[in-house]
């Protein structure tokens, strides 16, 4: 038994019952194993998922390292290229994927905790990717705002991942539309004087409160 | 092949988005006659040319904000070159070489979303950036064992998008065609049906290779040899075709002789689809044609292709029949089978409507009934140009509400509209093979 097949197992026992097991121990009988065992692999249900949303992004990662072509792309295009790559990973996965949305408000919330890791490396990378972009002045280099970068681009990979929960539309085609529309707008907001814009008019708004 | 001058950085897709940009657009054009007022006031001398080209530039903006549908309606209207000013045209003309192009991430995610193979592994060389742009999709280069390739590949959610943004293009439409809108929309059933079609790229493989295999007798013609097994519901790939598009042909100063091989060859081509195939290429815009030299015609994109149904196509051409015009209720059946007239029409309606439909058709039918035509005859689509004017000028024509002509009529004479523009483009002397031999 190792850590792979353990979350696969829960994976397989989560889409055919519907629930997540009723606790450790029956789970781990399940797999005739005994509870004490299974902590050794994960301390708990919510370690597995948090490490399932993990392993899409280093599955991810791994297969853009491979790819001579990517390694040749600005900031703009190797982002494309994560969420058209990360959203074909997901794809196999598609039906647990879905397990995670949350009833009331249709889709999977941004809090959800079981993202956290995933969240965590995203960010590296987003901000790996801004580094590179304001170096080739992809992106425009803002006070303060720069660093902030990555964290925007975290909401825009929710909004991908839950436009292609809700997407009804044959071959998930419809994300591919949306994917290549989102990275066009947020990278032309953070490369030209839109958001200084915003950011200036946003200030003066504030003068005026206080 | 044109280059685009802007790159477009992003594409509308949600309808207001869409909408956004029409209403942009009128604001422009209504500014640019306010500018054209404001310049007839100081120098009386400033010509309508210069109005026309300042809408026609922001209505192509517009258009080529939208690709897709939108762009495919700029190119229907673009056939109407009796209708359409000078300006208008051109721009126009321009949308159906050039759109700008999609993200190389992105095609590289069609490939592997549709074929399961990245280009590279697919062949030998792959140029990512495209060559230029159809309108719902663009075209790469490629090559396999020496073998240059064009591949076509298309925009995701294109499908998607059509119906929305006909209901956006329709009051445009309306407008300037001149129709009554609820009447319209047994036409824009048929444009819908057509456009959504175009999308499905296995359909128009599945007919590139039926057709192109059919025509490949017709002499002077070449037909680019399609891969199956490289092509998917996003993706074609077909042979790269070598050749001038049809301005440069003719800039090129091809010999009489040339230009009547090139023109005999495409009526040929449609004279075999329409009469014994009842299947017709119903998109014969100048994008869609190369030509060599020596006036030999390369054919490709399939998208459009109109089955024309036999009872249709037997009172369409009917009309052609002198034989019918003696008999006035063989006439009244005809017409109304065609919906040229409607049983609800007054006796009134009838007898004002019946001598026009007579003198259009006979114009238009004339060139079916001689044994060859000189379709460089300017005279001749002046007379043309000048009569649909006349017609659409009439107060009973302009202030009535029915449309005039069945759903099939659309595609069938936009094809043989954009014939005629071609060969007349082409000054072409043709051999139309005499009355009626087809029956």
């Avoid at chain 2, 017709?218 to 993706?235: D, G, H, Q, R, V």
């Amino acid at each position: 038994m190792d850590k792979v097949t353990i979350r696969n197992k829960y994976i397989e026992y989560v889409l055919e019952q519907g629930h997540k097991p009723n606790s450790v121990f029956s789970f781990a009988k399940s797999l005739g194993m005994e509870e004490t065992d299974f902590y050794t692999f994960y301390s708990s249900f919510e370690a597995i998922e948090s490490e399932f949303w993990k392993s899409t992004f280093d599955e991810a990662l791994e297969k853009l390292a491979k790819d001579k072509t990517y390694k040749g792309y600005g900031s703009k295009d190797k982002l494309l290229t994560f969420y058209f790559v990360w959203i074909a990973i997901l794809r196999n996965n598609r039906s647990y994927v879905l397990s995670f949305k949350d009833a009331k408000i249709k889709s999977i919330a941004l809090t959800n905790a079981s993202l956290s890791a995933f969240k965590t490396a995203f960010l590296e990378y987003a901000s790996q990717l801004v580094k590179e972009g304001t170096e080739t002045k992809e992106l425009k280099e803002r006070k303060f705002i720069s660093d902030k970068y990555h964290y925007g681009l975290w909401i825009q990979t929710m909004f991908v991942l839950n436009y292609w929960v809700n997407d009804n539309s044959a071959n998930f085609e419809m994300t591919d539309a949306a994917i290549e529309k989102a990275v066009n707008l947020s990278f032309k907001l953070l490369a030209d004087n839109t958001l200084d814009n915003v950011i200036d008019f946003g200030k003066f708004l504030f003068q005026k409160a206080v | 092949m044109s280059n685009d001058s802007k790159e477009q950085v992003t594409i509308p897709v949600s309808k207001i988005e869409r909408a956004g940009h029409f209403v942009a657009t009128g604001v422009k054009v209504g500014g640019n006659y306010v500018k054209h007022y404001a310049q007839k006031l100081i120098n009386k001398d400033t010509s309508r040319e210069e109005l026309l080209q300042d809408n026609a530039d922001d209505i192509y903006e517009t258009l080529s904000h939208l690709k897709g549908s939108a762009l495919k309606v700029a190119q229907m209207l673009s056939m109407d070159r009796g209708i359409m000013p000078k300006a208008y045209q051109d721009k126009f003309q321009l949308s159906q070489y050039s759109a700008p192009p999609l993200s190389s991430p992105l095609v590289l995610n069609t490939f592997m979303k549709t074929l399961g193979k990245t280009p590279g592994e697919l062949f030998d060389t792959f140029d990512i950036k495209a060559s230029n742009a159809a309108s719902i999709g663009q075209v790469h280069q490629a090559t396999k064992n020496g073998k240059k390739l064009a591949i076509k590949i298309q925009y995701p959610g294109v499908a998607n998008s059509i119906s929305s943004d006909l209901k956006i293009v329709k009051p445009f439409a309306v407008r300037i065609v001149g129709l009554a809108a609820r009447d319209a929309d047994k036409y824009f059933e048929e444009v819908e049906s057509k456009l959504l079609e175009e999308t499905d790229y296995t359909l128009e493989l599945r007919r590139s290779m039926e057709l192109s295999e059919l025509c490949a007798h017709i002499p002077n013609l070449t037909f680019p040899k399609y891969y199956p097994e490289m092509s998917s519901a996003k993706i074609i790939t077909m042979d790269w075709l070598e050749g001038m598009h049809m301005k440069d042909f003719i800039a090129s100063n091809p010999t009489q002789e040339a230009l009547n091989r090139a023109g005999q060859a495409l009526w040929d081509f449609y004279d075999f689809q329409v009469h014994k195939l009842k299947t017709v290429h119903a998109d014969p815009h100048p994008g869609n044609f190369l030509f060599k030299e020596d006036g030999t015609v390369s054919i490709f994109d399939f998208g459009c292709v109109k089955e024309i149904p036999k009872d249709f196509y037997d009172n369409y051409f009917l009309l052609t029949n002198q034989e019918i015009y003696k008999d006035e209720a063989r006439v009244r059946e005809v017409y109304n089978n065609l919906e040229m007239i409607h049983p609800t029409d007054t006796e009134q309606e009838i007898n004002f409507f019946k001598p026009l439909f007579k003198k259009m058709i006979d114009m238009l039918t004339y060139p079916f009934t001689v044994s060859s035509f000189d379709f460089g005859d300017d005279t001749y689509f002046k007379e043309i140009y000048e009569y649909i004017e006349y017609v659409s000028n009439l107060k009973e024509v302009r202030e009535s509400i029915k449309a005039r002509g069945s759903r099939h009529s659309l595609y069938v004479n936009r094809t043989y509209y954009g014939l005629y523009n071609i060969l007349n483009s082409l000054k072409s002397n043709i051999k139309t093979h005499g009355p009626l031999h087809f029956n």
